[in-house]
């Protein structure tokens, strides 16, 4: 296993980190002892940092880490990293409250690494500082209850920017990989936050599996044309590793042979280590993927801001997704952009007024509107929505305010 540090002069942590959000399950629970067998092997094979936060397996995912680390006394032998829900969070004291039931499902008196989950604009940031977070965080850090302080982050590049300016992070947690360069944060984000001497923890490294088993074969095909056998997978984590600002990649693995294919990557690369002939490959791959776009939008942004508040090329990255994996994440995550829930502010397709601003500034000439519509028609569901709606009112949360509407 490689170690890389997140924070200068702190621990040295497995570059594959164990993302806890997909624990394999049995009859709709999770399967306790599969996971058990797969968290020890992860950790006997070199993996010390473990993924968490309050959703995750509503709230099961927190407990069963928690009884693992305790079985097997791992507690100083590993790093937890858990995260604030900070979309739940409306009053003050319900910081507090939500980090001391983290601690009890952990079974832990304190926090390694500790996320603001899924921040998406400075106003997420502000709306928490506004609540008090400022000081809860100097009071933990304090007592020792939070060791490293960090967010993750879903939005727009700017406001990625702008959130790691606005404090004194420790690290961070951008979704990455070789489709995703220019979307969220994308390799700008990272490299601004390496210079910043701000750690950087990878998600998605595979787009939720896409990158890996719903390859389409051209792609597969592309990967099969270099000298030694390797997956789609390895490939995608390979790639990410190269790059010398990534810190820990998480992945959310839940199937043996995957485990040990991570680790097994995670062995052999170092940063800088792929050849020319690799990086090409990859580059290839990234060519065959965008002809297969249902619009090629590469995420550069110069179209961006829209005044209207469409979140353009997020929006295209999700109609693709759902075109060529028929992801109903995608779909998932569009439908909250379109309610403004998830950590999504309001900015679906339906608030484009059309006029026509965005593609005056668009280097591949696309038809910003016509595809805006064909998207939130392929992408928008009365039925989801309608879930969505009702969950949120179960579980009491509010959507963003709507801003305007076009199409
Ligand atoms: S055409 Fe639509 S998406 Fe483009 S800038 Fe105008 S409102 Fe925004
Ligand atoms: S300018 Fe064009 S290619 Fe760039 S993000 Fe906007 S739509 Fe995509």
Redesign the pocket.
């Known amino acids: 296993m490689q170690y890389r540090k997140l924070v200068n002069d702190g621990e040295d942590l497995s570059v594959l980190g164990y993302g806890c959000m997909r624990f394999p399950s049995k009859n709709g629970r999770i399967d306790k002892e599969k996971t058990e067998k797969q968290l020890l092997y992860a950790y006997e094979n070199g993996v010390n940092y473990y993924d968490t936060a309050y959703p995750y397996h509503n709230g099961k995912s927190e407990v069963i880490l928690g009884e693992f680390i305790k079985k097997h006394d791992l507690r100083d032998k590993v790093y937890i990293a858990d995260k604030l829900p900070t979309f739940f969070i409306t009053k003050s004291q319900q910081i507090q409250k939500y980090f001391d039931t983290q601690l009890e499902r952990l079974s832990t008196d304190y926090i390694d690494y500790y996320l603001m989950h899924m921040l998406d604009s400075l106003t997420s940031w502000e709306k928490l500082k506004r609540l008090g977070i400022i000081d809860f965080i100097k009071e933990k850090k304090e007592s020792g209850q939070i060791k490293h302080i960090g967010f993750s982050f879903h939005g727009r590049p700017e406001e990625f920017i702008k959130i790691l300016d606005d404090y004194d992070w420790e690290f961070c947690q951008i979704q990455f990989n070789y489709l995703d360069e220019y979307n969220q944060a994308g390799l700008a984000g990272l490299k601004k936050a390496y210079e910043k001497g701000i750690g950087v923890v990878i998600m998605e490294p595979l787009r939720g599996g896409n990158l890996a088993a719903k390859a389409p074969d051209k792609v597969k095909k592309k990967f099969d044309e270099y000298s030694e056998k390797r997956s789609a997978a390895f490939w995608a984590l390979r790639w990410i590793w190269n790059h010398k600002e990534v810190g820990v990649v998480l992945s959310g693995m839940n199937v043996d042979e995957h485990i040990e294919e991570n680790i097994k990557v995670a062995n052999l690369t170092t940063a800088n280590s792929m050849s020319e002939e690799e990086i090409e490959i990859v580059d290839e791959v990234k060519e065959i993927y965008r002809h297969l776009m249902k619009v090629?939008?590469?995420?550069?942004?110069?179209?961006?801001p829209c005044p209207f508040g469409v979140a353009?090329?997020s929006i295209?990255s999700e109609y693709n997704d759902k075109y060529f994996f028929n992801s109903r994440l995608s779909q998932l995550q569009y439908i909250g952009r379109v309610l403004g829930v998830f950590g999504a502010s309001k900015s679906g397709a339906n608030l484009c007024t059309a006029c026509g601003k965005?593609e005056k500034?668009?280097?591949?000439n696309?038809q910003?509107r016509k595809e805006l519509k064909n998207a939130h028609k392929e992408l928008d569901s009365k039925v989801i929505k309608l879930i969505v709606k009702i969950a949120m009112k179960f579980i009491g949360l509010k959507g963003t305010k709507k801003k305007r509407s076009g199409i």
């Open positions: 090629p939008c590469t995420g550069c942004n110069y179209c961006m353009i090329p295209f965005c500034h668009c280097p591949q696309i910003i």
